[in-house]
């Protein structure tokens, strides 16, 4: 899209505001919103000051001047503010007119430079399914002297023998909301809805559906894209993901493991790469019709996992998630067709095109610009150093790992247990990320230093309500 296109769309559409975004590090959007009668040729093409400082991970106060700049190649129209207004995501750059190193969308996007590169491929496609909860209500709090969270919901199963008002029965049991009809399944409508705002944004939609716990949760899957533009797209699934739960009076969240007992909300990721219209993924007549290429790609992910997950499962709550039990892809192999597995390999209906692997360990607490970049660096390396899974213990291991004996497990690598152990891993191996200068040792450090300082070492000083039921009267 040119800049004269964005201002004809203006005029067109009536659009009475301009909403610039950008993402942070940990990959929350922030925005500024300028009136349309001032955005001009000069403002689409230059960008807009902004006080680099108060955006967590980028900069401190003594060198907060810093630029965004549109891709106007991302607007829409917002469906849910009451003044027209067209939003569009932005680069972020040094006032010196320089990209900026800590900006997540650039380092995506030297990703996928990378990758055109090393002549091994010219195109990556990314495909997540991200699973999410809609509550009716949410609350939470801590505190010097207290902490508590509750959650609720009408489909919830604990509200099956609630009183005080009609009970109409229909609760969804835990592990039993994959995926039945009305009135079980209560919010038909509102993912239908989603569905409609979110092709009306431009993002095709294949389908919807209720996913397996209870109380709400859910997964729409959009169509697969380029690595940059499918993170855009990941960060504007949100926002109208809870934009159209609040329009509804529910609250929509994206937390991996919000309720005990039950499954949580991965972001299963699904990869393939190609060089013009010929897919690399696809070997005719070879195990789960893969390709050497594809074998490799998938050595290097396995490989580096404990690393990648400090990216693609950033919260200490993924870990929560990533527990034998709750279907959670927790062993470090890859299968045809096997949700046991960390990499499943799609084979119902695959044609050459549709060849692909599936990385179902991501969560969606990622920010999915650094998450893609990561696991494309990682499937490189895997490439470039001829990495065999097999000769590595990594499988094709075509069996319900969930059932396994101690004895059959033994030599299966695992995710690492906990957040602190995912960012060590990182800061063991991380030389894969700086090939190409698409990471940097000072993104990767700062990465680290934020997450133990405001998330890790945050949960692991307070008390935790289950520690009275252990320790109170000890």
């Known amino acids: 899209m040119t800049v004269q296109d964005v201002l004809d769309l203006i005029r067109d559409k009536g659009i009475k505001m301009v909403d610039f975004r950008i993402v942070d590090v940990p990959g929350r959007q922030h925005h500024v919103t300028v009136p349309a009668t001032h955005v001009d040729e000069e403002t689409l093409r230059r960008g807009l000051p902004f006080d680099g400082s108060s955006i967590q991970g980028f900069r401190g106060i003594e060198e907060s001047d810093m630029v965004m700049r549109p891709d106007l190649d991302t607007?829409?129209?917002?469906?849910?503010?009451?003044?027209?207004?067209?939003?569009?995501?932005?680069?972020?750059?040094?006032?010196?007119?320089?990209?900026?190193?800590?900006?997540?969308?650039?380092?995506?996007?030297?990703?996928?430079?990378?990758?055109?590169?090393?002549?091994?491929?010219?195109?990556?496609?990314?495909?997540?399914?991200l699973e999410f909860f809609v509550f009716d209500d949410v609350r939470f709090d801590t505190g010097q002297n207290g902490a508590f969270y509750s959650v609720d919901s009408e489909e919830g199963i604990w509200n099956s023998g609630k009183s005080g008002e009609a009970n109409l029965g229909y609760k969804i049991r835990n592990k039993s909301g994959y995926f039945p009809v009305a009135p079980s399944d209560t919010q038909q409508d509102l993912r239908s809805e989603i569905v409609l705002a979110l092709e009306e944004a431009g993002l095709p939609v294949e389908r919807h559906h209720h996913e397996v716990a209870t109380a709400g949760q859910a997964e729409i899957n959009f169509r697969f894209d380029t690595l940059t533009k499918t993170a855009d797209h990941v960060l504007l699934y949100?926002?109208?993901?809870?934009?159209?739960?609040?329009?509804?009076?529910?609250?929509?969240?994206?937390?991996?493991?919000?309720?005990?007992?039950?499954?949580?909300?991965?972001?299963?990721?699904?990869?393939?790469?190609?060089?013009?219209?010929?897919?690399?993924?696809?070997?005719?007549?070879?195990?789960?019709?893969?390709?050497?290429?594809?074998?490799?790609?998938?050595?290097?992910?396995?490989?580096?996992?404990?690393?990648?997950?400090?990216?693609?499962?950033?919260?200490?709550?993924?870990?929560?998630?990533?527990v034998p039990g709750f279907e959670a892809p927790v062993n470090l192999v890859f299968s045809q067709g096997n949700r046991s597995a960390a990499i499943r390999v799609p084979v119902a209906g695959v044609t050459p095109k549709a060849a692909r692997i599936e990385f179902r360990t991501p969560d969606s607490t990622s920010n999915p610009y650094l998450a893609f970049a990561a696991m494309l660096m990682a499937g490189l390396d895997g490439i470039q150093k001829g990495m065999d899974p097999?000769?590595?213990?990594?499988?094709?291991?075509?069996?319900?790992?969930?059932?396994?004996?101690?004895?059959?497990?033994?030599?299966?690598?695992?995710?690492?247990?906990?957040?602190?152990?995912?960012?060590?891993?990182?800061?063991?191996?991380?030389?894969?990320?700086?090939?190409?200068?698409?990471?940097?040792?000072?993104?990767?450090?700062?990465?680290?230093?934020?997450?133990?300082?405001?998330?890790v070492n945050q949960v692991a000083i307070r008390p935790h309500p289950y520690e009275f039921h252990l320790y109170f009267d000890l």
């Open 75 to 129: 607007a829409f129209v917002d469906p849910f503010t009451k003044v027209p207004t067209l939003n569009l995501m932005c680069d972020v750059y040094e006032p010196s007119g320089i990209r900026y190193d800590r900006d997540p969308r650039f380092i995506a996007q030297k990703a996928e430079a990378y990758l055109e590169r090393t002549g091994l491929a010219d195109k990556a496609y990314f495909g997540p399914e």
């Open 390 to 455: 097999k000769a590595l213990g990594y499988g094709p291991l075509d069996k319900n790992i969930y059932e396994l004996s101690p004895a059959e497990k033994e030599g299966i690598r695992s995710v690492p247990g906990s957040y602190a152990e995912a960012l060590a891993a990182l800061e063991a191996d991380h030389e894969f990320l700086l090939a190409g200068d698409v990471f940097s040792e000072d993104f990767i450090h700062n990465w680290i230093a934020l997450k133990n300082t405001t998330e």
């Open 238 to 322: 949100k926002y109208i993901v809870r934009n159209v739960a609040r329009k509804y009076g529910k609250v929509a969240t994206f937390m991996p493991k919000p309720l005990f007992g039950d499954n949580g909300s991965g972001m299963h990721v699904h990869q393939s790469l190609f060089r013009g219209e010929v897919p690399l993924f696809y070997q005719e007549g070879a195990y789960a019709s893969l390709s050497e290429t594809a074998l490799q790609y998938i050595a290097g992910i396995l490989y580096h996992a404990p690393a990648i997950l400090a990216f693609s499962n950033a919260s200490t709550n993924s870990y929560k998630r990533l």
